[in-house]
């Protein structure tokens, strides 16, 4: 995959860094990512440090074509010192959005079940994935120089030890103290010359070697970590996926409770109207006997004269 950004705007992403190097960590705080607006800021300045550390990947990827094509002492020793204060910067970004993304994970998970959390989760998912890919790129770019360094080390040594086996090769590059091999061969008179440019050659790819290493550990632990709040982040998707289901199921069980109430209250509310009805019929007739019988209506008068 290639990255590459307008200078315009790589400029000012690093113009912004160096004037907000402390900048940063006062934004870290007095930012509220629990609200809307605040959260979308969090993520577009993460986005734009994702874009500079590709960028510095580019840097990086550079000096060291330029320190595999260089024989000059002076100029190896400052690719090497431009090479280490990049990586260092890169570093120290990289945990910038490490911590970053944490915050945000941290504020999303406080939040109650709602639909922006949802929509939070999926773009907290979308930035880490993204600064994913970005180490896995390092990553891979610096195992593949450390292959080429090793590559040119191993051609160096055999020029002043042909004969040297592959485990002789792999055990001067791999150690930590200078090659006796060059040593002895300073000793020929003959191949003095030759045996300190080597030397010197090789200890320089050597540390140069030492440094990919211990960059690709931190990359790998970084990975680590970012991969160990993939799995965490997943349990919270989980937590939420169920506490929306058991939501909807009680929201379904209580209009179904609902339904029923209102059943048995239109039920209730028929049987009062019956009974007002009845009651209502009741003493109407009650009220019609005693009009009868109380002013001698035809039939009552007659029936007490019989007698």
């Known amino acids: 995959?290639?990255?590459?950004?307008?200078?315009?705007?790589?400029?000012?992403?690093?113009?912004?860094?160096?004037?907000?190097?402390?900048?940063?960590?006062?934004?870290?705080?007095?930012?509220?990512?629990?609200?809307?607006?605040?959260?979308?800021?969090?993520?577009?300045?993460?986005?734009?440090?994702?874009d500079v550390v590709n960028y510095e990947v580019d840097q990086i990827e550079n000096l060291h074509n330029n320190a595999?094509?260089?024989?000059?002492?002076?100029?190896?020793?400052?690719?090497?010192?431009?090479?280490?204060?990049?990586?260092?910067?890169?570093?120290?970004?990289?945990?910038t959005i490490k911590s970053g993304i944490q915050g945000l994970e941290s504020v999303s998970a406080s939040l109650p079940v709602t639909a922006d959390t949802q929509m939070r989760a999926t773009q907290i998912s979308a930035i880490r994935k993204r600064f994913?890919?970005?180490?896995?790129?390092?990553?891979?770019?610096?195992?593949?120089y450390q292959m080429k360094y090793r590559q040119r080390m191993e051609r160096q040594i055999r020029i002043v030890k042909p004969d040297a086996s592959q485990d002789e090769v792999d055990n001067i590059i791999d150690s930590d103290r200078p090659p006796q091999v060059f040593a002895q061969s300073l000793m020929s008179a003959g191949r003095q010359?030759?045996?300190?440019?080597?030397?010197?050659?090789?200890?320089?790819?050597?540390?140069?070697?030492?440094?990919?290493?211990?960059?690709?550990?931190?990359?790998?632990?970084?990975?680590?970590?970012?991969?160990?709040?993939?799995?965490?982040?997943?349990?919270?998707?989980?937590?939420?996926?169920?506490?929306?289901?058991?939501?909807?199921?009680?929201?379904?069980?209580?209009?179904?409770?609902?339904?029923?109430?209102?059943?048995?209250?239109r039920a209730t509310r028929a049987k009062k109207w019956c009974c007002f009805f009845l009651c209502i019929g009741i003493c109407v007739m009650i009220a019609i006997l005693v009009w009868w019988f109380a002013f001698d209506h035809v039939?009552?008068?007659?029936?007490?004269?019989?007698?």
């Open 1 to 50: 995959m290639s990255y590459s950004f307008s200078r315009d705007r790589i400029n000012e992403l690093r113009s912004s860094y160096r004037e907000g190097g402390n900048q940063y960590e006062l934004q870290e705080v007095t930012t509220h990512t629990d609200d809307l607006t605040g959260f979308f800021q969090e993520v577009d300045r993460l986005k734009n440090e994702i």
């Open 68 to 95: 595999l094509s260089s024989f000059n002492e002076q100029q190896s020793k400052q690719l090497a010192r431009d090479l280490e204060r990049i990586k260092g910067e890169t570093q120290r970004r990289n945990a």
């Open 132 to 144: 994913i890919d970005t180490i896995q790129r390092y990553q891979d770019m610096e195992r593949n």
């Open 193 to 265: 010359v030759q045996a300190k440019a080597v030397l010197d050659e090789v200890q320089t790819r050597h540390d140069d070697i030492k440094h990919i290493e211990r960059t690709i550990v931190e990359l790998h632990q970084l990975f680590m970590d970012m991969s160990m709040m993939i799995e965490q982040q997943g349990q919270v998707l989980n937590t939420v996926e169920n506490n929306a289901d058991q939501t909807a199921e009680q929201v379904k069980e209580g209009n179904s409770y609902i339904g029923k109430a209102i059943k048995s209250a």
């Open 299 to 307: 039939g009552v008068n007659t029936n007490q004269s019989g007698k």
